[in-house]
């Protein structure tokens, strides 16, 4: 029997490049259950407000903003621009995603993006151990300790969820 290779991902390279613990969650994106936060959790064996979402935003002018937040929350576009300051940020357009982040939809990830961009985390990163995040490819996904994304992309924690 041939062993089964081991998939890794550039933000799963990037941190073993950093010498960062990190768990592994690899499964079904198919499903139904696999096309949300929650889904994810009960498949993954996570409780729920230890799945965070990826969401990459725009002031529309060519700066861009990174907002991490639990899965079932909704982001405050106007909290995630005053913590970046800018004016206002809205979702970035899905056909530009893969050309700036260099990620797909339900496959974005925090670490290792085309560039390093502004990063805010929500608080409630604070209230769990350990977060999981997309590993930056669809059906992956990387637990990592929250001060992770502070130490190595510069994140910030902050309230900015609705």
Same mark, same amino acid.
Not at 14 to 33: I, K, Q, T
Not at 99 to 107: L, P, S
Not at 153 to 160: E, K, L
């Given at each position: 029997?041939? *062993?089964?290779?081991?998939?890794?991902?550039? @933000? !799963?390279?990037?941190?073993d490049?950093?010498?960062? /613990? %990190?768990n592994? +969650?690899? =499964?079904? @994106?198919s &499903?139904d259950? @696999?096309?949300t936060?929650?889904?994810?959790?009960?498949?993954?064996g996570?409780?729920?407000?230890?799945? +965070?979402?990826?969401?990459?935003t725009t002031?529309? *002018?060519?700066?861009y903003?990174?907002?991490?937040? !639990? &899965?079932?929350?909704?982001?405050? =576009?106007? *909290?995630?621009?005053?913590?970046?300051?800018?004016?206002?940020?809205?979702?970035?357009?899905?056909?530009?995603?893969?050309?700036?982040?260099? %990620?797909?939809?339900?496959?974005? &990830?925090? =670490? @290792?993006?085309?560039?390093?961009f502004p990063? =805010?985390?929500d /608080?409630?990163?604070?209230?769990?151990?350990?977060?999981?995040v997309?590993?930056?490819?669809?059906g992956h996904?990387?637990?990592?300790k929250? /001060?992770?994304?502070?130490?190595l992309?510069?994140?910030q924690?902050?309230?900015?969820?609705?």
């Amino acid at each position: 029997m041939s *062993k089964k290779k081991e998939i890794k991902t550039n @933000a !799963m390279r990037f941190l073993d490049d950093h010498n960062v /613990e %990190y768990n592994h +969650f690899e =499964f079904d @994106a198919s &499903s139904d259950a @696999a096309k949300t936060g929650v889904g994810v959790a009960d498949i993954i064996g996570k409780d729920h407000n230890q799945v +965070f979402k990826t969401i990459m935003t725009t002031d529309g *002018k060519g700066t861009y903003v990174v907002g991490v937040l !639990m &899965s079932e929350d909704s982001i405050n =576009f106007k *909290k995630l621009a005053k913590a970046a300051g800018v004016k206002s940020l809205s979702m970035l357009p899905l056909k530009d995603l893969t050309k700036i982040t260099g %990620y797909v939809k339900g496959g974005c &990830s925090p =670490f @290792a993006m085309k560039k390093l961009f502004p990063t =805010f985390v929500d /608080e409630k990163c604070k209230d769990v151990e350990t977060i999981v995040v997309s590993a930056g490819k669809v059906g992956h996904q990387v637990e990592v300790k929250p /001060e992770v994304l502070e130490e190595l992309i510069g994140a910030q924690i902050v309230d900015i969820t609705a």
